[in-house]
Every structure is written in structure tokens, then in C-alpha cells.
């Protein structure tokens, strides 16, 4: 069975995490820390006014605005369709001054506030879970009514009276165990929230599904995850205290990269990482394919390159094709690529042979959460497939279009840069290097001058840094000296 590392880094302002299998990279996210209110963001409020004749109140949860509190909602579950539902508990009807868990579910549009409930939810994988609403839903994506009855009678099973299920899409995959794990976890999370509450200042956040670590172990986390590595004290903290709420027998160990090193260049991650910015991508046998986004779509096309096989032609091409087809399902994953996707695989001759291929595509995005449909392969030898986006793509924040072709090709984004000259330093100092000039672009220098975190980051480590602003450097170009060496006027101590 493969066996899956997560990779999780906090710093200078970002929050990095990447999923390896086998060693290989299948998922990464980079995003900028923020509090910016979320849905599904649990606060401690208080009741700042009832008004009756709206059947509304207005909460305090430490935002902008006051909070739209309905006293008659009526309860929302989405795609799923009710199965069972026992008797529904009066709704609260709070008065001013009191103190309330709320959750929000609309976020605040122009001159209103968000929308908040008293009735929270919390999504898992496989489940949502509702402490205070007695329900059994199943995701209407699930078609098939015997397995869909089947689901409703293990969550009846699950939960307790009072609560509340929904089975999402992913639940058929799961075995009975995970589903168990998953329900246990959601259930300590919402006893944590409610402990944190009794304790916590009006307005303070309690929870948010928002985080990325707690995105990536909720979607991530199972049997068959092997560690997980942390590249500071406090994110090794926050992720133990996420997996410190699934059952004891299935957590997995957290541990500390403390090297000194950047964690996911010595971990080797980082050059998988940087991969996913350039079009083309080599396959094991020396193969290769190249990915193109287009205004429309996006064309992938597979090459043999270099690999000429042991068998004949018709042998090598379709051990080709494999291969590349396992490679595009995880590259668009990585990349989050949505929309129509076109594959031009090698022509073969055998209509076995192609069947099987579809079929290899298919199988090799059953693991990707975003939906996706395969089309057969067309007379031409093409194989088009559809892909929903989830959320954003990390590749903005590493690459942009180039300015120096008229934005034909991309470079790295001047935060890309800054941290692998981040990743570059630590390793000097790790090596024993005390003092460090760098020669860099101005705009570049300009940045880390302003940039607080990575110079706080920078400071803290011992070592005198030393940037030197050029005007006719390229935005990537960074030259390192070490100890000898001149210190010119321009020149900016970090």
C-alpha cells in the first residue's frame, strides 16, 4: 500500500503544506495567513439587540459588523436530501446581553454584516456533522438507492439521538473504521469548541475549517498516511492539536524538522514543487509530456522522448501512455487545473489497447476530489476530460506572466523568490557561514526590505546579511559571497 507524508511550514506570513506518496508530490497549497472571516467560522458572540418584529438579532462576533442572527432560519443541507429526521428542538430564542456560540454561514455583502447560526455544522471527509440537529441526509450525487439506504443505516447507527449526519460523496470509498474515526473526530471538535467558549472573550474565534492544516488533514488524513512532518514549533502545535481529536489508534506521529535547514528542500520536496511551474514533465522511462493552457482549454501532449523500450513499437507505446496517463491525472491535480482538458497520447493501433488507456485515466482520477469525466477516445487519438476547479491554484503565487516578452513566458513571483532565497540563506548559515552578501535585483531588494516577517525570520538566525540592490539584475538573479568581501554603500543590512 503507498504510503503518504504531509509537510507543513509556517513562515514569513505563509502557510505551505504538500502531500507526498511514495515520494512523490500529489498535493501542494501556499496561501498568505489571514483572519479574514470565513464560512463556517465558529465565534463566541454576544446579543447586542432582539428585534421582534423582523424575528432577528444582531450579534457581536468581533467583526466589522454585527452579525444577522434569524430566529425563525429554517435549516440548510445543501445538495443533501433528508433520509430521516427526528423531532426538531425549538430554535433559541436569545436575548440581549447573552452570550452565544454562532457560526458563520453568509459572509457579510456591502453595508451587511454576515450571517451567522446557532446550530453549527462541521464537515469532515465523509461527513457532516450537526451536534444539535437531529437529521440523516445522503449527498444526492449518490445515485444508487440500495447504497444510499445502506449509508443512512450505518449513520443511524453512528450517531447519537439528537445529532445529525450527512454523507457526503466520498463516504461509499471509505470503510465502516474511517467513517467511525471521522464521526469521533467531528464529535471532540465540537467538545473542544465548547470547552474554548466557556473561557474565550466575546469575539473570539473558536474555530475555522479555513486553515490549511486543517483542510489538508481533514481531506488527507487516514490508514494510510505514514507521518508528519512540521517545520516549526508552533505549526508542529497546531497540527498535533488537530490530529490529538481522531481516535488514539489512528493518529500519526508529528514530527519536528528542527535542521536548522529549509524542511522541504532537504526533505527533497521543494524541486518536485518548483516542477509544477514549468510545461514540460518527464516521465520514469524518459518519456515526457507537455501541459499548455490555452484561453479555452488546456492541451496536454505525450511524447516517447528518449524511451525506446525492449518490446516492439506497439509495446512501447502503450507502456507509454500509461505512464503518462497516472502522470496527468496527478499534474492536474497539483495544478489545479479546471475545465476542458484535451490529451494527445500516442497513436496505437490496438482498440484494446486504447480502451485500456481510457480506462487507466479514469482509475488514476478517482483519487482527485474534484469531479471529473472522461470522454472515449476519438477517431484522431485524443482523450478529452472535464475537471471542476477546488478552490485556488498555488501557481499564481509562484510564477507571472514575464514582462521582459511582452508576457509570452512567466517568471517566479518576487514572494516565490524571496523564499528559496530564504531556503538558500538558511542553509549558508547552517553550513557555518557568518556573514552573507547578496547582490540582487532593486525591485527584489526593495521587498525584503519591506517584508517584516522574513526579516525578523532572517535576523533571528545570527548571521550578517547584507543586500545589495542592482538595476540591470534579473528579478531571479541572486549572487551570494560569503565572509570576504567589500560592503558598498547601497548596500541594506538585513
Known amino acids: 500500500m503507498a504510503k503518504k507524508t504531509i509537510y507543513f511550514d509556517s513562515l514569513c506570513g505563509y502557510v505551505i503544506s504538500a502531500v507526498t506518496e511514495n515520494g512523490k508530490v500529489v498535493a501542494f497549497d501556499f496561501e498568505k495567513k489571514t483572519d479574514d472571516c470565513a464560512v463556517g467560522n465558529v465565534y463566541k458572540g454576544r ?268 509495446q512501447t507505446v502503450y507502456h507509454t501512455n500509461i505512464l503518462a496517463a497516472r502522470e496527468i491525472a496527478r499534474q492536474v491535480k497539483l495544478r489545479n487545473i479546471g475545465g476542458i482538458i484535451v490529451v494527445d497520447f500516442i497513436d496505437m493501433q490496438s482498440e484494446t489497447h486504447n480502451k485500456a488507456l481510457v480506462d487507466e485515466l479514469k482509475r488514476a482520477l478517482k483519487s482527485d476530489k474534484a469531479p471529473c469525466k472522461v470522454s472515449a477516445m476519438s477517431q484522431f487519438g485524443l482523450v478529452e476530460f472535464t475537471r471542476k476547479r477546488m478552490g485556488v491554484s498555488p501557481l499564481p503565487l509562484m510564477i507571472k506572466p514575464c514582462r521582459y516578452c511582452n508576457e509570452a513566458g512567466y517568471t517566479k513571483t518576487t514572494v516565490y523568490i524571496l523564499l528559496n532565497m530564504r531556503a538558500k540563506l538558511l542553509n549558508l548559515i547552517a553550513d557555518g557561514a557568518k556573514k552573507i552578501r547578496m547582490d540582487m535585483n532593486a525591485d527584489v531588494c526593495k521587498r525584503l526590505a519591506e517584508w517584516r516577517e522574513l526579516v525578523q525570520d532572517l535576523t533571528a538566525r545570527g548571521a550578517e546579511i547584507y543586500a545589495v540592490p542592482h538595476r540591470t539584475y534579473h528579478e531571479e538573479l541572486i549572487k551570494y559571497r560569503l565572509d570576504d568581501f567589500d560592503i558598498p554603500p547601497e548596500a541594506i543590512k538585513i
Open 47 to 314: 446579543v447586542e439587540s432582539v428585534h421582534p418584529g423582523m424575528q432577528a438579532a444582531f450579534i457581536n462576533c468581533g467583526l466589522e459588523k454585527n452579525c444577522f442572527l434569524s430566529l425563525t432560519e429554517e435549516e440548510q443541507f445543501g445538495d443533501a436530501e433528508r433520509i430521516e429526521s427526528g423531532e426538531m428542538p425549538a430554535f433559541p430564542q436569545p436575548c440581549e446581553g447573552d452570550e452565544v456560540l454562532v457560526q458563520i454561514v453568509k459572509l457579510p455583502v456591502g453595508k451587511k454584516g454576515a450571517k451567522v447560526t446557532l446550530r453549527p455544522s462541521f464537515v469532515g471527509k465523509c461527513l457532516v456533522y450537526m451536534p444539535q440537529t437531529p437529521f440523516i441526509g445522503v449527498s444526492r450525487k449518490i445515485a444508487d438507492e440500495e447504497l444510499r439506504h445502506n449509508l443512512a443505516f450505518s449513520a443511524k447507527r453512528l450517531k447519537n439521538d439528537g445529532e445529525g449526519l450527512i454523507i457526503r460523496t466520498a463516504a461509499p470509498y471509505a470503510k465502516r473504521n474511517q467513517l467511525k474515526d471521522e464521526y469521533s473526530y467531528l464529535k471532540n471538535l465540537y467538545a473542544e469548541i465548547k470547552e474554548a467558549f466557556s473561557s474565550a472573550a466575546v469575539g473570539e474565534l473558536l474555530y475555522t475549517d479555513a486553515a490549511l492544516p486543517v483542510r489538508v488533514l481533514r481531506d488527507t488524513l487516514s490508514t494510510d498516511i505514514d507521518c508528519i512532518y512540521a517545520g516549526s514549533p508552533l505549526i508542529k502545535e497546531r497540527v498535533e492539536g488537530i490530529v490529538n481529536l481522531y481516535p488514539s489508534q489512528t493518529r500519526k506521529p508529528v514530527y519536528l524538522h528542527d535542521t536548522g535547514r529549509d524542511m522541504l528542500e532537504e526533505l527533497g520536496v521543494s524541486q518536485q514543487i518548483l516542477s509544477i511551474t514549468s510545461p514540460r514533465v518527464d516521465l520514469d522511462n524518459g518519456a515526457y509530456i507537455v501541459i499548455e493552457k490555452t484561453e479555452a482549454l488546456t492541451v496536454i501532449d505525450v511524447n516517447t522522448g528518449s524511451f525506446t523500450g525492449d518490446y516492439n513499437l506497439e
